[in-house]
């Protein structure tokens, strides 16, 4: 019925062996060889507990015999007083070993109910000592690449004040340029077509005139240039210098991108993880805890009869005292047996229809416990490759640059396309 009952080894031993000396008193002293025999028997079971269980009823219907049979012939068995007494002192062992195995049983169901405390005790070292590590490292990578983004950002709009800058410039000497030096006149200077009929002196004062012509465009050409190239030089230079530094910001953003995502995959596993051995604790801990009452209530139930067979045996043994039928000891005066047969047989009824208290056995079950439960849901949104995910739209789109825009695209002409993104951050490195 059990599949260990070892603590019975050392409690119960000592109450049978004590049964024992009463087997000796009632060999010495009485004719009832079936009581004998009986109190000898429980000797031979040992400590188990079911076997007790059958002893202790098995002395039980022993006694029942001899009240039988003294009231069907109306006469009395021999029972020494010394027998009596080591025979109710066995039954209060019996009772008090199972007082303690009551409070044993509490014990023990309080122990496998335990065992869902030891979960949330791993679950909690693991979130410290493991999970709470790459919190913080993801979070610091988180920001490093936050930080790293805006800088870039701050870069890329640099670059963009600097190109318009740029243009600006350029388009401010384009329309200063002198007339001159714009075609079609740029190509004519100097050249003019000598007319038809064109005398020497004329000749002369053309060439004369073209010579001033070009000698006047190049001054105004050095005053343009003086006015404005050092301006187109310098904005061209620093807008140089801008994208230089937007492009060299942009590799070291997408590094701590890849950075960040790889700790927050470390991150999620190890909580995944944590999660999963908590759950797993908790289901072994619940097997073991079901199969544990399981096994508790069976040997309550039986411990219970074995309470109900003592309180039995107790009962006959005090009709057995009341009816007078004890032996005395050598010298004493015997006792009377009842006077009415009747009466001892309303009294045996008594003990057979005895229903002794076994609530104090009841053992207490402490509510069960369910354990904590793990909260994964900080890695429920995860690096996933593409532009339209979760993580995209939660970790980068408020990321946005100021300025989403390109010089010029070689496939198609266009400047300051709005559409263009920024690079790097649409490479998520999935987990």
Not at 29 to 45: C, E, F
Not at 50 to 68: A, D, F, H, K, Y
Not at 249 to 271: G, H, M, N, V, W
Not at 292 to 317: D, T
Request: charged fraction near 30%.
């Amino acid at each position: 019925m059990f599949a260990d009952f070892t603590r019975y080894r050392l409690t119960m031993v000592k109450t049978l062996c004590v049964l024992s000396i009463a087997s000796l008193a009632l060999a010495k002293t009485t004719t009832d060889s079936q009581v004998m025999l009986q109190v000898a028997n429980l000797k031979q079971h040992g400590a188990l507990h079911t076997n007790l269980q059958n002893g202790v009823q098995s002395l039980q219907s022993r006694m029942e015999s001899m009240i039988e049979q003294a009231v069907s012939t109306g006469t009395n068995p021999n029972l020494s007083q010394a027998a009596y007494d080591i025979m109710l002192g066995a039954i209060q062992q019996i009772e008090d070993e199972l007082d303690k195995e009551k409070t044993a049983n509490d014990k023990d169901y309080s122990d496998a109910n335990n065992k869902i405390d030891e979960c949330d005790t791993k679950l909690d070292n693991a979130l410290s000592d493991q999970v709470q590590p790459w919190i913080d490292k993801s979070t610091k990578s988180g920001d490093a690449h936050k930080d790293c983004r805006a800088a870039e950002d701050n870069l890329n709009d640099d670059e963009f004040k600097k190109h318009t800058a740029m243009t600006g410039a350029d388009d401010k000497a384009t329309k200063a340029k002198p007339a001159c030096l714009k075609s079609p006149k740029c190509s004519k200077l100097g050249a003019s077509t000598a007319p038809t009929g064109e005398t020497a002196a004329e000749k002369v004062q053309r060439e004369l005139q073209n010579a001033k012509d070009v000698r006047d465009c190049l001054i105004k050409a050095r005053e343009w240039s003086n006015g404005h190239e050092a301006a187109v030089a310098a904005a061209n230079k620093a807008f140089d210098d801008a994208k230089k530094a937007a492009n060299t910001k942009a590799p070291l953003c997408d590094d701590d991108q890849k950075q960040y995502e790889s700790d927050f995959c470390d991150y999620r596993l190890i909580l995944t993880t944590s999660c999963d051995n908590q759950q797993t604790c908790i289901d072994d801990a619940v097997k073991v805890r079901t199969a544990e009452k399981v096994r508790l209530e069976e040997k309550e139930k039986a411990e219970k009869l074995i309470l109900k067979s003592c309180a039995k045996v107790r009962c006959y043994m005090e009709i057995i005292k009341d009816a007078g039928i004890i032996k005395r000891e050598v010298g004493d005066a015997q006792r009377q047996p009842y006077s009415d047969p009747d009466a001892l047989k309303t009294a045996y009824g008594n003990c057979q229809e005895l229903d002794s208290d076994t609530n104090k056995l009841n053992i207490a079950w402490a509510t069960d416990k369910v354990g904590k439960t793990c909260d994964d849901t900080p890695v429920g949104t995860f690096p996933v490759k593409g532009t339209d995910t979760e993580w995209y739209k939660e970790q980068y789109v408020p990321l946005a640059p100021k300025n989403q825009w390109m010089e010029e695209d070689s496939t198609n002409g266009d400047e300051k396309d709005p559409s263009y993104p920024r690079s790097g951050i649409e490479g998520v490195s999935e987990c």
